[in-house]
């Protein structure tokens, strides 16, 4: 199983961007997916995650702002982020528990990363 994030870059304060998280490889089934975010030299945090049935979590200081969606029929993910703010600027990662067959128990992959940077 291979998870692929894509969709960062450089914004300014206020602006939006919308990142993607494709799983691709031998998957029967994906559980919850998430977005975690990373800045160096502290502990990477839970951003957003979304269930299979689609309902969404979301930390404190991103609600209101991001919007975390799924396409089941694409195996993809996505973060919808609105009004960046400079302290948002981190390493995205998305996870996602996938089970790969019927009979086996469900894991945790994770995509490569993909950087955001709100500067002006």
């Known amino acids: 199983v291979q998870l692929q994030a894509s969709g960062g870059g450089l914004v300014q304060p206020g602006g939006s961007l919308r990142l993607s998280c494709a799983a691709s490889?031998?998957?029967?089934?994906?559980?919850?997916m998430g977005w975690y975010r990373q800045v160096p030299g502290n502990q990477r945090e839970l951003v957003a995650s979304?269930?299979?049935?689609?309902?969404?979590n979301y930390a404190d200081f991103v609600k209101g702002r991001f919007t975390i969606s799924r396409d089941n029929t694409k195996n993809t993910m996505y973060l919808q982020m609105d009004s960046l703010k400079p302290e948002d600027t981190a390493v995205y990662y998305c996870?996602?528990?996938?089970?790969?067959?019927?009979?086996?128990?469900?894991?945790?992959?994770w995509g490569q990363g993909t950087l955001v940077t709100v500067s002006s």
């Open positions: 979304s269930s299979s049935g689609g309902s969404a």
């Open positions: 490889g031998k998957i029967f089934s994906i559980k919850n």
């Open positions: 996870s996602a528990t996938v089970k790969v067959t019927a009979l086996r128990n469900p894991a945790d992959y």
